[in-house]
């Protein structure tokens, strides 16, 4: 009997351990589990909110460039007597096709090379006549530019600019930076109306 | 007897084991989350901003351009009306301070400013302060529609 009863007890025991270590490798398991799933939504944020600051820099630029043109434009006309740096500087962009359809964008590297005065003012603008070309990232000096040397990489930005003529003497600049990111594509847009007030 | 007093020894040394480890490892998923988390508040905090910035500077632009002379409508018996943003904005105040709001800015039309001009009148020259409050989001009278909102403030004088 009493024998037994010690086998019975001893099977009893048995059992119990084997749920106990179902329950802790399941346990286990499932943390492990949640810790992948977080560490990989956490580092695909991560990067996220880094191309989202990069790409929010580029696009200040680009509304910032164009704030600059319009300065040089107006401040500094062809003909002093009579001032069109407003006009020229409205008509430059819409040569560009700017207004229009896909939007426009300027490359800005060849700037320390076009002769004086006003250089800023002669930066060559292009259609984006289907999609803007992406902007190109050179590792050691981290330079964006277009033509920036052979040691650049795509940088996966591509920049548009797009302008609208509000009034005579308005015109709102949007510049918008599109980045592709996992499997959606993300942009990041920023607007400013210049007025002709210098 | 004996046996069943050593398996009543090592009873539950496995299930404080793995709730142990676990917890570290959750720990350690919390803390890159809480990262991640404050990254992306950053990133959104860093657009807030521009948004903001380039509002105030619309305004500021706005009140440059319709003082510009000769037909300023911040002077003695001027208009009440300017023209910015392709509309006809009405101000409030008379000589010598004003203040308008402007609103739909922003790339989605989210944004907007409140801006204020003050001429104060020297014996030689007038001098003019335009102080324009820009805000990432708000309504067509510039109030919040709840919950966080930026706000960036650009004074000009001349």
């Known amino acids: ?198 | 007897m004996r046996i069943k007093k050593v398996i009543k020894k090592e009873k539950g040394f496995v299930i404080l084991f793995a709730i142990t480890i676990s917890s570290i490892l959750l720990a350690i998923a919390i803390g890159v989350s809480n990262i991640a988390l404050k990254e992306m508040k950053f990133g959104t905090l860093a657009r807030n901003t521009n948004d903001a910035f380039f509002a105030a500077d619309t305004g500021v632009e706005c009140a440059l351009f319709s003082d510009k002379p000769p037909t300023s409508v911040f002077v003695l018996a001027g208009g009440t009306d300017i023209q910015c943003l392709g509309n006809t904005i009405t101000m409030s105040g008379s000589f010598p301070s004003w203040s308008f709001i402007i609103s739909g800015l922003g790339s989605e039309g989210q944004s907007c400013a409140i801006v204020s001009v003050v001429k104060t009148t020297g014996l030689t020259s007038t001098s003019t302060t335009v102080t324009s409050k820009g805000y990432n989001t708000g309504d067509t009278y510039c109030n919040s529609r709840g919950g966080e909102r930026t706000e960036r403030e650009i004074e000009t004088n001349y």
Not at chain 1, 64 to 82: G, K, Q
Not at chain 1, 109 to 117: G, M, N, V
Request: with cysteine; aromatic share 14%; hydrophobic share 40%.
């Open chain 1, 1 to 198: 009997m009493q024998k037994l009863f010690e086998k019975f007890n001893k099977k009893k025991h048995a059992g119990f351990t084997l749920i106990e270590t179902l329950v802790a490798v399941s346990i286990f398991s499932l943390s492990i589990l949640a810790l992948l799933v977080v560490l990989t939504q956490g580092i695909a944020n991560n990067n996220y909110a880094k191309k989202k600051i990069i790409a929010g820099y580029l696009a200040q630029e680009g509304i910032e460039y164009i704030r600059n043109m319009r300065d040089t434009f107006v401040l500094y006309p062809d003909n002093a007597d009579t001032p069109t740096g407003w006009v020229d500087f409205k008509a430059y962009l819409v040569a560009a096709s700017c207004d229009i359809g896909a939007g426009c964008y300027y490359n800005a590297d060849t700037l320390f090379s076009i002769a004086p005065p006003k250089p800023i003012a002669k930066t060559p603008f292009y259609p984006c006549v289907v999609s803007c070309p992406n902007i190109m990232y050179k590792d050691d000096s981290g330079e964006y530019g277009y033509s920036i040397g052979s040691l650049s990489a795509d940088s996966g930005y591509s920049r548009k600019i797009e302008v609208r003529i509000i009034g005579e003497n308005e015109v709102e600049i949007f510049s918008t930076v599109s980045w592709a990111q996992g499997s959606g594509t993300y942009s990041m847009t920023f607007s400013e109306d210049l007025f002709n007030w210098i």
